[in-house]
């Protein structure tokens, strides 16, 4: 079987993706999820996606994908949401956790094995005992200001994922915020003490009552779900710094062994809207809400996100997703004739050996257009071969499981609920044949425009009306 290869941020090169000697074929994905102050935008997505076709390809490849995603639903923001619309932080953040799986269905994620979320009160304990441990062999001291801060100091190899310059930073600098620049570099916060602000929010602790600094959530979450050695772990390229580099030194200075916390880091680049980054801050950002409710489909969004390359500049815009669907359609058009071709023919022809160029192409670091080129390859040579009558029924069939599998990974086919014919439409198809059996062609083609409203395509053939999905 091929080995998939990936650019490792922490090696800025391409490496095999091996699992540990003694794992078998299983290998462990942790992908940083969203913060649940608001509802994630499509760029977040961009993320999630990248990280499912990565997630569906090792599957291909006959990997044991154990994948966890965090919920951080508890933070500066969170807090702040809460506060000022006047709620408890659980009532806050419920509604965008549960926005945020409707949304990851309708863009066809798989399911997480988990999802932690930071306030569960084993994670907690987790931080807890994880700084404590900190604490102990001298990584973390408590500050005047009720605190406790990760020792930069006492890491040297902090600074090894972003590539990051220690010298000539002065130690003891500290920052309690979680997001600072590489210039600021200092000693991060495990553990904020609690401030009037934080209102309820706050659990009890050895240094006094407070709450997690986010690096620490994903770093308890993270071990806690998957073990001190984890294969794979994902984000966007804004994680890179501070908070991998944060996960790193935290994982690394208080685990048991000596394996690295993280042997593969990947990270997708942005998702940019007129050249800056798609972000609530900058208020450039759509959800897939906003998508869906102008007329979008998450299949489109999905294919949009998915059919760039994931460290490559992706550029939100609404011709993007209107090539999507065009794409979309040819492709839906494309895997009906096949089954008009391949009938009830049971046996199968394999299509041509370049076909597996497919997955290959996605063995090279998820070289999706080199893959989707092979897919429009095989769609317009086949096409070219049943305008002439010449493909068989059972090369049809056998292109139509090389399609399945294609579908595993890519997931762009047809939404079920598509090909099911409401009874409406059903009606309409009946009054117009009836319509057309008594030469009413006008009548005809008014039912014709009210079922093409409804989102499907009448063609008369031979045998009758043909009803298509429009
Ligand atoms: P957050 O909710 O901000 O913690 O972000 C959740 C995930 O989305 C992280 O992996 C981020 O790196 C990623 N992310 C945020 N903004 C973008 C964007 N514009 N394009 C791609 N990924 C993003
Ligand atoms: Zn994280």
């Known amino acids: 079987m091929p080995i998939p290869r990936c650019y490792n941020t922490l090696t800025r090169s391409l490496e095999a993706i091996q699992p540990r000697v003694g794992e078998g074929q299983k290998l462990s994905l942790y992908t940083c999820g969203p913060t649940v102050y608001a509802h994630a935008h499509i760029g977040n997505f961009r993320a999630y996606v990248f990280e499912d076709l990565l997630q569906r390809h090792l599957q291909e490849?006959?990997?044991?994908?154990?994948?966890?995603?965090?919920?951080?639903?508890?933070?500066?923001?969170?807090?702040?949401?809460?506060?000022?619309?006047?709620?408890?932080?659980?009532?806050?953040?419920?509604?965008?956790?549960?926005?945020f799986f409707q949304d990851s269905k309708e863009l066809r994620l798989l399911p997480a094995e988990a999802y932690p979320?930071?306030?569960?009160?084993?994670?907690?304990?987790?931080?807890?005992?994880?700084?404590?441990?900190?604490m102990d062999r001298g990584h973390a001291y408590q500050a005047e200001d009720g605190s406790v801060y990760f020792r930069i100091a006492s890491f040297p190899e902090y600074g090894k994922l972003a590539h990051v310059d220690l010298e000539g930073q002065r130690p003891g600098q500290r920052v309690a915020s979680d997001e600072y620049d590489k210039e600021a570099v200092a000693d991060f916060a495990l553990w904020k003490a609690w401030v009037a602000e934080d209102g309820a929010v706050g659990w009890e602790s050895p240094w006094g009552k407070g709450r997690p600094g986010w690096h620490i959530e994903c770093s308890a979450m993270a071990t806690g779900m998957l073990g001190e050695a984890i294969d794979i772990h994902c984000g966007g390229v804004d994680n890179i710094?501070?908070?991998?580099?944060?996960?790193?030194?935290?994982?690394e200075c208080a685990r048991h062994g000596q394996e690295p916390f993280v042997r593969y880091w990947m990270h997708c680049a942005h998702l940019m809207v007129e050249g800056s980054k798609m972000a609530k801050s900058a208020g450039n950002f759509f959800t897939l809400r906003d998508l869906l409710e102008k007329g979008w489909t998450g299949r489109e969004v999905r294919y949009a996100l998915l059919a760039v390359h994931y460290r490559g500049a992706l550029n939100f815009t609404m011709e993007g997703l209107a090539a999507a669907r065009t794409a979309l359609a040819r492709l839906d058009a494309w895997r009906e004739r096949l089954a008009e071709t391949a009938g009830s023919e049971t046996a199968t022809v394999a299509p041509d050996a370049a076909t597996e160029g497919f997955f290959t192409a996605?063995?090279?670091?998820?070289?999706?257009?080199?893959?989707?080129?092979?897919?429009?390859?095989?769609?317009?040579?086949?096409?070219?071969?049943?305008?002439?009558?010449?493909?068989?029924?059972?090369?049809?069939?056998?292109?139509?499981q090389w399609l399945a599998r294609v579908d595993g990974v890519l997931a762009?086919?047809?939404?079920?609920?598509?090909?099911?014919?409401?009874?409406?439409?059903?009606?309409?198809?009946?009054?117009?044949?009836?319509?057309?059996?008594?030469?009413?062609?006008?009548?005809?083609d008014a039912i014709r425009d009210q079922i093409a409203a409804l989102g499907w395509t009448v063609k008369d053939t031979k045998d009758g009306q043909k009803i298509l999905r429009s």
């Open 412 to 444: 762009l086919e047809p939404d079920a609920s598509a090909a099911v014919i409401s009874a409406e439409v059903e009606e309409l198809v009946d009054a117009r044949a009836a319509a057309r059996e008594a030469k009413e062609w006008k009548k005809s």
């Open 61 to 99: 490849r006959g990997f044991i994908v154990r994948r966890v995603m965090n919920l951080t639903d508890v933070d500066d923001k969170t807090i702040r949401g809460a506060h000022a619309a006047g709620i408890a932080l659980s009532d806050y953040t419920r509604p965008f956790k549960e926005a």
């Open 362 to 400: 996605l063995d090279d670091d998820l070289n999706i257009s080199s893959a989707l080129a092979v897919l429009f390859e095989t769609l317009r040579e086949s096409n070219r071969r049943m305008d002439e009558k010449k493909l068989t029924p059972p090369q049809a069939r056998g292109l139509l």
């Open 117 to 134: 979320a930071a306030t569960d009160p084993e994670q907690i304990v987790r931080m807890i005992s994880m700084i404590g441990t900190l």
């Open 241 to 251: 710094f501070p908070h991998h580099e944060a996960e790193i030194a935290q994982c």
